[in-house]
Every structure is written in C-alpha cells, then in structure tokens.
C-alpha cells in the first residue's frame, strides 16, 4: 500500500489545517489508518488513528483540537487539526496498519509561525 500525504503549509499560530492522505488500495475498515508527526530533533509520535468509523484516538497534546475522520470508498483518512501552535510545526506522516505490519506516506510539513 502506498500512501500520500497533502494538506500541509504555513499556517499562523491560531489557525486551522486539514491534512489528507489516500492510499493506493483499499484498506480494511478494521485496519487504523491515521498520523504520526516528527519535529525536527525529536522522535516521530502518535497523533491520531481510526479505524472503522469510530473509537478515534488522539494524543493528549491535540486531543481537544484534532479530528480525524476516514472514507473507505476514497480510500482516505484525513486530520482536522485547530488552534495550532508553533509546537505543532513537524512533518506529518499518515499510516496505514498496524504495529508490526504498517504502511506509511512520505509526509507533509507543517509549518506553524507568525
């Protein structure tokens, strides 16, 4: 499966990004599909995953300003992130499986500055 990220940029602190990623494939509802970030010098973390339409997770540090949410017909998964924060600012990588057999995009930058 291949997957390709979109949706990043420059955004002032405050605003608001939807980041997108559709698979190459169909991949199981069952199966998490979501985001993972990494700021520069640090490592790559959780941000969100779905599967199934329902019990998304979040991590604690956007849980209160993310959405994500899935289309299985466009083979999609997409991140609604809010009130962002210069904390923010990492390349966010989508994800398809899980741990031990997973699927990842090449990224998009967010950038968050005034």
């Known amino acids: 499966v291949q997957l390709q990220a979109s949706g990043g940029g420059l955004v002032q602190p405050g605003g608001s990004l939807r980041l997108s990623c559709v698979a190459s494939?169909?991949?199981?509802?069952?199966?998490?599909m979501g985001w993972f970030r990494q700021a520069p010098g640090k490592e790559r973390e959780f941000v969100a995953s779905?599967?199934?339409?329902?019990?998304?997770r979040y991590a604690a540090s956007v849980e209160d300003r993310a959405t994500i949410s899935r289309d299985n017909a466009k083979k999609s998964v997409y991140l609604q992130l809010n009130r962002l924060q210069p904390e923010d600012t990492a390349i966010y990588y989508c994800?398809?499986?899980?741990?031990?057999?997973?699927?990842w995009g090449r990224g998009t930058q967010v950038t968050v500055s005034s």
């Open positions: 994800f398809a499986g899980g741990p031990d057999n997973r699927y």
């Open positions: 494939e169909s991949v199981h509802s069952s199966i998490h």
């Open positions: 779905l599967r199934s339409g329902r019990d998304p």
